[in-house]
């Protein structure tokens, strides 16, 4: 039976999920494990953690109860292995009725996301090809030069108006800014200003430990701040002890080809799916 999990279990729960399971899906593990770090900090607020046990779970789900009226609700998922659709759907299934609209689901692989719509039928379906994940080894990481003229800062908020502009799934999410404002305030960024102050180039770190939202001002495309702002981030991800991946649509093969030059890796044997959950057809 799916349950939700208690802020003071969060240290428990977090130490087991970086101690007791194996390298080969810490990144996955990470979609459920950075979001939970956060949590214990008190640097986000207002997400429930739910499990489908307690204390020997196999499914993680980290749910987002700020606004219970966005659509779709962003969910973060953890399973410790590839037939985990049986205890995934049983909490999904309370977290949908919870929170009374459609999942868009985070960390999940193809295998289970296709147990799920053979379980769930019309109810679960694909929103795009699956993405690759890509970590970047620290031997990989470089400085690149930034031109004298540019600013090196981190995101805030009187870049929020930009950078939501920018993204081109803001359209996707209601609630998109107030989402993209809560990551700006607590989550490690890069954004390189030109002399009139205005943001020409940005990553960030999004809240389930991916990075993401990388761009840049279409006028400033052949400066490759892409990638000097991309090893910027790197550098501030290892510095303090937090892994470095980012996940790439198989079809995007621009990005592909951004991430292989600048030094990133395939994790073997790994894809992530994206799906939504109980979606309402009309």
Not at 84 to 107: A, C, I, Q, R, T
Not at 151 to 168: A, I, M, N, R
Request: net charge neutral; glycine share 4%.
């Amino acid at each position: 039976m799916a349950q939700k999990i208690a802020s003071r279990l969060y240290e428990e729960l977090e130490n087991i999920l970086e101690k007791e399971l194996p390298f080969s899906i810490q990144v996955s593990l990470d979609q459920a494990y950075y979001p939970l770090k956060l949590l214990r900090k008190r640097l986000l607020k207002n997400r429930i953690v739910w499990v489908d046990k307690w204390p020997d779970f196999r499914v993680v789900v980290v749910s987002d109860d700020r606004h219970k009226d966005a659509s779709p609700q962003r969910v973060y998922c953890f399973c410790r292995d590839q037939h985990g659709s049986s205890s995934l759907d049983s909490v999904l299934s309370l977290v949908s009725e919870y929170l009374s609209n459609s999942l868009l689901m985070f960390g999940c692989r193809p295998r289970v996301a296709d147990d799920l719509i053979k379980c769930r039928g019309s109810s679960v379906r694909r929103l795009s090809s699956d993405a690759y994940m890509l970590t970047l080894p620290k031997e990989n990481i470089i400085s690149l030069p930034i031109p004298d003229d540019f600013k090196v800062t981190c995101l805030s908020e009187h870049h929020l108006d930009t950078v939501v502009k920018e993204w081109p799934y803001s359209g996707v999410f209601s609630d998109a800014k107030e989402w993209i404002r809560e990551m700006i305030g607590v989550s490690p960024s890069v954004c390189v200003e030109n002399k009139e102050g205005q943001p020409i180039a940005w990553v960030l770190q999004q809240d389930y430990g991916c990075i993401g939202m990388l761009q840049v001002i279409a006028e400033y495309k052949r400066a490759k701040l892409g990638s000097a702002v991309t090893m910027l981030l790197a550098q501030k991800l290892r510095e303090e002890g937090l892994y470095i991946y980012s996940a790439v649509n198989v079809e995007n093969s621009l990005s592909v080809a951004f991430h292989k030059k600048n030094g990133f890796q395939f994790l073997p044997d790994f894809l992530e799916a994206f799906v939504e959950y109980g979606f309402n057809q009309t």
